[in-house]
């Protein structure tokens, strides 16, 4: 058996002659971009359309420096010093083929706890013209009632204390942005990409908030140098498995310490707001546009709610993997009737062929077989999701008088998932920050059943909606007496 070797970048020509390699000479690359939170989304999307860019047009003013600012991403930095920045990027077909392409767009990479200072002195360099996030929604510091950024967090009084070791993101461009004005180096783009409605503007409120206490005279300079464009990202990025690692190894003789799977769907749509010259990716696929809203809200009332349904109603009826649930037809038409029904009449901005195509689009990519993503990836955190991607499709349905039956269904299946059991009898753990209060208030719901909705962080107002209310309690009560694939099979018998 042919023997096998570490990846970094004096071992790329042992790769196999089938396997995509970067063809530009990383030692060439110009830092332009700065990507704060490298994490496996980041690794199949950003720094996978960069490097597309530099592979297939030359440019070489586009490489990304890789930061990271949490204790727990010291094993990825480790690693991807350890490869020179490099990673194998695995997209597996339907059809079961893999394809395999080495990213090679992270050309520099820093751990933030390890030396703040040079961090901010990178964030602030004159070359760098954007920088985007991936630091999902606690990297945002949102209270969980209001939604607003949240300035008696621990770490950000902290930042406050101590402005030049920043713990958080707003410390860190705080501090990058006034060396930028006290330089006179000229603005940049501040991008995130992270799963959260208006991302751009969220950033750029959450910020301006931060610079009110920790710097109020640098404000009227942010907002004359600095945009923060919105955007929506989507691709399929599963947690990465040991048997990814192992395939790597046996079938390719490489040695990735943690390589980056994906689907073969990918789209990037980016409001087209940028305080200088921007990269190329529409050269790419990435799209530009003027107006982010119909993308974004297609995307997280289909996409990231069927995700979520597929997610809480599949792990009650015992399975583990996105594809075996959406594989069960009585879940997948609930689904379909779902998104036609009550999603799609609140999508008024999208032209119905997009709504079509992209539904038709999902169901193919849920059903993938050779993606296997956990269910317990997606349910993770679901007192965070179901507030953005089931709640404001049953608050448009209301103002509009029409049907919320299909989401109040979710809502009570929610409830009844934070009992911690599935039909079979196994038990699962709740992973979630409300975990306490969930599973605390779903037990109640035992008694009185419209208990759960009185959880203010998630449901708001809710309670005090009669007709969604009535439809809950119907469908809690049905939970409870029947099977759920009896109750999925008589609300698709009612359509």
């Not at 750029?204 to 929506?232: C, G, R």
């Not at 169901?363 to 349910?379: E, G, V, Y």
């Amino acid at each position: 058996m042919q023997k096998s070797f570490y990846l970094n970048q004096e071992n790329l020509s042992l790769l196999p002659a089938n396997v995509i390699r970067p063809t530009y000479n990383r030692n060439d690359i110009t830092t332009t971009i700065v990507h704060i939170g490298v994490s496996n989304f980041h690794r199949s999307h950003q720094a996978y359309y960069t490097n597309e860019l530099m592979n297939k047009y030359g440019f070489t003013d586009c490489g990304i420096c890789g930061i990271d600012l949490l204790d727990s991403d010291r094993k990825i930095y480790s690693i991807l010093k350890d490869q020179d920045g490099l990673y194998t990027l695995i997209t597996k077909q339907p059809n079961g083929v893999n394809r395999i392409k080495i990213i090679g767009s992270i050309v520099e990479y820093f751990f933030a706890p390890e030396n703040p200072v040079a961090v901010i002195e990178k964030m602030a360099h004159p070359n760098i013209q954007v920088i985007t996030l991936t630091i999902a929604e606690d990297g945002y510091h949102l209270n969980e009632i209001t939604g607003e950024f949240d300035m008696n967090q621990a770490l950000i009084a902290e930042d406050l204390k101590n402005p030049l070791s920043p713990n958080t993101v707003f410390g860190y461009l705080t501090q990058a942005l006034k060396l930028r004005q006290h330089r006179d180096i000229g603005g940049c783009t501040i991008i995130s990409c992270d799963n959260i409605p208006s991302n751009g503007t969220t950033i750029k409120n959450s910020l301006f908030k931060y610079l009110e206490k920790a710097e109020p005279e640098l404000l009227d300079w942010v907002d004359q140098h600095i945009t923060f464009p919105n955007t929506m990202v989507d691709r399929i990025t599963p947690v990465t498995r040991i048997e990814d690692l192992s395939y790597l190894k046996n079938d390719l003789q490489t040695e990735d310490q943690w390589p980056v799977v994906c689907e073969p769907f990918s789209q990037w749509i980016i409001e087209d707001n940028f305080a200088t010259q921007r990269p190329q990716w529409d050269k790419v696929g990435v799209q530009f546009t003027q107006d982010i809203s119909p993308y974004e809200n297609m995307k997280l009332r289909l996409l990231n709610a069927g995700h979520s349904i597929l997610g809480i109603v599949g792990t009650l009826l015992g399975y583990h993997t996105v594809d075996e649930a959406a594989c069960d037809n009585d879940l997948m038409t609930f689904v379909e009737h779902f998104m036609q029904e009550e999603v799609s009449p609140t999508l008024d901005k999208t032209k119905k062929t997009d709504i079509n195509n992209y539904k038709q689009n999902i169901i193919a990519r849920f059903q993938n077989s050779h993606i296997k993503d956990s269910l317990t990836r997606i349910c993770k955190e679901s007192s965070a999701k179901i507030p953005l991607f089931i709640l404001p499709t049953i608050q448009d349905q209301l103002k509009s008088n029409k049907h919320i039956r299909l989401g109040a269904f979710i809502i009570a299946a929610w409830c009844k998932y934070n009992d911690g059991m599935d039909e079979n009898g196994n038990n699962y753990e709740i992973s979630d920050e409300l975990s306490d209060i969930l599973i605390r208030t779903a037990a109640l719901s035992h008694q009185s059943p419209i208990r759960f909705l009185e959880i203010e962080p998630v449901f708001k107002d809710l309670i005090n909606e009669k007709i969604f209310v009535d439809e809950y309690l119907k469908a809690i009560e049905a939970l409870r007496k029947q099977t759920v694939k009896k109750c999925l099979r008589n609300i698709n018998s009612s359509h």
